[in-house]
C-alpha cells in the first residue's frame, strides 16, 4: 500500500530536549515536505526536499533541521525545542510525474513542548 | 493580505445540497491544489488543477488563471462531506514542492 508514515503519532516533551520526527514514503518520491499546521495560521512550510541531499527552507524554517541522505526518509529534527514548536506535524511526499501532482500526506505528529 | 483566501471559512449545509468553496490567490501560480482534511487530522490531496476543470465523483473543481480564482463544488452533499477543505498553490517562481495554503473552510453537512 502506498504511504507516508510518521513516528512518533504523539509526542510530550520538555522545553531544549532534541527530538527527532521520523518520516518514510514508500512510492520512490523525489520531492518531499514537512508541515506543521497551527490554529488560526492554517498549514506552513517549514522545509522541503526535491531530491536525495537537496533540500530547502519553506515559509517556517527557524529552530529546525532536516536531512535527506535517502530517497525514502526525509527526519524533522529540533534540536532544542521551545514551546512556540508546540503544533501538529505532516510530512507529505509527490513523485515528479506531472499528470497528477499529488501530495500523499502521512497521518501527523501532534507534538507538545511543555 | 495574504497570498491564499478561501471562503467562507465555516459552511454548514444540509444533506443533499450543491456547495462551492472559493479560492482567490494573488501571486502567479503554476499549480493549484484542493485538500480535504478529516476530522480525525489526516489530509487527503483531492485535485492539482493548473487549467480548466477536474471531476471526481461528486467533486468538481474548476480554476480561472486569468481572475486567479478556483472553486471546489461538492455536488448532492453528505455528511461524511463533512471535513475542512483546504487551497493550496505553487508559485511560478518556486520550486515544485513548495505550496502556500489557505486557511481552510470548515463544511458540515447536516442529515
Known amino acids: 500500500e502506498a504511504q507516508v508514515t510518521q513516528n512518533p503519532r504523539y509526542l510530550i516533551t520538555v522545553t531544549g530536549k532534541k527530538l527527532t520526527v521520523t518520516c518514510s514514503q514508500n512510492m520512490n518520491h523525489e520531492y518531499m515536505s514537512w508541515y506543521r499546521q497551527d490554529p488560526g495560521l492554517g498549514l506552513r512550510q517549514i522545509y522541503y526536499?526535491?531530491?536525495?541531499?537537496?533540500?530547502d527552507k519553506g515559509d517556517v524554517p527557524e529552530g529546525y533541521k532536516v536531512s535527506r541522505k535517502e530517497k525514502r526518509n526525509f527526519p524533522l529534527i529540533l534540536e532544542s525545542p521551545s514551546p512556540n514548536q508546540t503544533s501538529l506535524y505532516f510530512c507529505a511526499s509527490k513523485g515528479r510525474d506531472r499528470g497528477h501532482g499529488e501530495q500523499f500526506f502521512g497521518p501527523g505528529t501532534r507534538l507538545t513542548v511543555l | 493580505k495574504n497570498e491564499v483566501e478561501q471562503s467562507p471559512q465555516n459552511l454548514t449545509a444540509q444533506e443533499g445540497e450543491f456547495i462551492t468553496i472559493n479560492c482567490s490567490y494573488s501571486v502567479g501560480i503554476s499549480a493549484l491544489h484542493w485538500l480535504q482534511q478529516h476530522p480525525g487530522g489526516g489530509i487527503v490531496s483531492l485535485f492539482m488543477?493548473?487549467?480548466g476543470k477536474k471531476k471526481h465523483g461528486r467533486l468538481i473543481a474548476t480554476i480561472n488563471i486569468q481572475e486567479k480564482h478556483s472553486s471546489l463544488h461538492i455536488t448532492a452533499s453528505h455528511p461524511r462531506d463533512s471535513a475542512v477543505y483546504i487551497c493550496a498553490v505553487r508559485s511560478e517562481e518556486t520550486s515544485g514542492s513548495r505550496l502556500t495554503f489557505g486557511e481552510g473552510t470548515q463544511l458540515t453537512v447536516n442529515p
Open positions: 526536499s526535491m531530491n536525495v541531499e537537496v533540500t
Open positions: 488543477l493548473s487549467s
